[in-house]
């Protein structure tokens, strides 16, 4: 079985926002880095949500990969690890985030490439109407779309939900930078590809910078 991606998307109290995503930054290698089955683990910075600016809520994205689902029910909800990092930054958080896994498709193994520029954007949400074969043509739709404008070396991924978060999909592109994403993604092709994409689902859109 490849190793499955989970995603948490967090919001702080908005007083205490920068904290605590700088806390979460800092937190997060200290209590999830030596957890056995993690092969990744990052804090990232939402900078744009459904194409506006959210730089200022510094909301944060926890992105891991596990070996298996197993190993990331060792650790949530009820280890030890777990509880000392959330009595680090419980306070600072404005709700209960809900983690979610996903499995890739059959082409992909593992999600973590399209973090290497520090810059990626995530399309997620629930399917309607039973559309995953449109779902995954309508993504490589996009991907064509991307790499006709970026002529880079662009990093993509996708994926299904499994157990809580079964029916939701994920795609995941790596880009070079935010400057590259705003040119690229203002394109007319793209941007009829990205509104082909939202119509086969409940579909959000997040663009999230990350450092080392």
Do not use: C
């Amino acid at each position: 079985m490849p190793p499955i991606t989970e995603l948490v998307i967090g919001a702080f109290r908005p007083e205490v926002a920068k904290e605590g995503l700088a806390l979460m930054r800092s937190s997060v290698p200290k209590y999830f880095h030596p957890l056995p089955g993690i092969l990744l683990q990052r804090v990232g910075h939402m900078v744009e949500h459904n194409g506006e600016d959210i730089s200022g809520e510094y909301r944060s994205l926890l992105f891991i990969e596990w070996e298996t689902p197993e190993d990331f029910h060792n650790f949530y909800p009820k280890s030890k690890a777990f509880g000392e990092f959330v009595a680090t930054v419980g306070e600072y958080l404005g709700g209960k985030p809900t983690p979610r896994l996903f499995q890739p498709v059959p082409e992909h193994s593992r999600s973590n490439a399209t973090l290497q520029h520090g810059v990626t954007q995530i399309f997620t949400g629930r399917v309607v109407g039973g559309k995953q074969d449109e779902t995954s043509g309508a993504w490589k739709k996009l991907v064509e779309a991307v790499k006709e404008e970026e002529k880079g070396d662009l990093k993509e991924w996708s994926g299904w939900g499994i157990e809580d978060a079964d029916g939701v999909w994920t795609g995941l592109l790596g880009w070079e930078s935010v400057e590259t994403h705003e040119a690229v993604t203002a394109k007319k092709g793209v941007v009829e590809a990205i509104r082909a994409l939202k119509e086969q689902g409940d579909f959000e859109d997040f663009v999230v910078t990350f450092q080392e």
